[in-house]
Nanobody, 124 residues
């Protein structure tokens, strides 16, 4: 089992920044990838970004590529999502998730473990 706990969400204004954290614990996850997804009210889950734990390879959705940065701190077993230049359309519940292996990072069904989510609200 892998446990994930998100934190760092909140209410901000358009143009502000937030950094989300995903604390990962449980079995050895060096072969895992960690992804961030978000779900806005009335919408499906949307892939945001992902990182492979061992090599640090990253993938981003086009809508966030120039504004968000995913990173990891191996010593703290934590993955971060730095979100800059936030827009009202970034408003959603943000979830981190873990999957075995490094393929298909953008596909939600590929992820085995999920956190409870953290709310991000961006006002205009």
């Amino acid at each position: 089992q892998v446990q994930l706990i998100e934190s760092g969400g909140g209410l901000v204004q358009a143009g502000d920044s937030l950094r989300l954290s995903c604390a990962v614990s449980g079995r050895t996850f060096s072969t895992y990838a960690i992804g961030w997804f978000r779900q806005a009210p009335g919408k499906e889950h949307e892939f945001v970004a992902a990182i492979t734990w061992s090599f640090g390879g990253t993938s981003y959705a086009d809508s966030v590529k120039a504004r968000f940065t995913i990173s990891r701190d191996n010593a703290k077993n934590t993955v971060f999502l730095q979100m800059n230049s936030l827009k009202p359309e970034d408003t959603a519940v943000y979830y981190c998730a873990a999957k075995k292996g490094v393929g298909n990072l953008r596909q939600r069904p590929q992820y085995d473990y999920w956190g409870q989510g953290t709310q991000v609200t961006v006002s205009s």
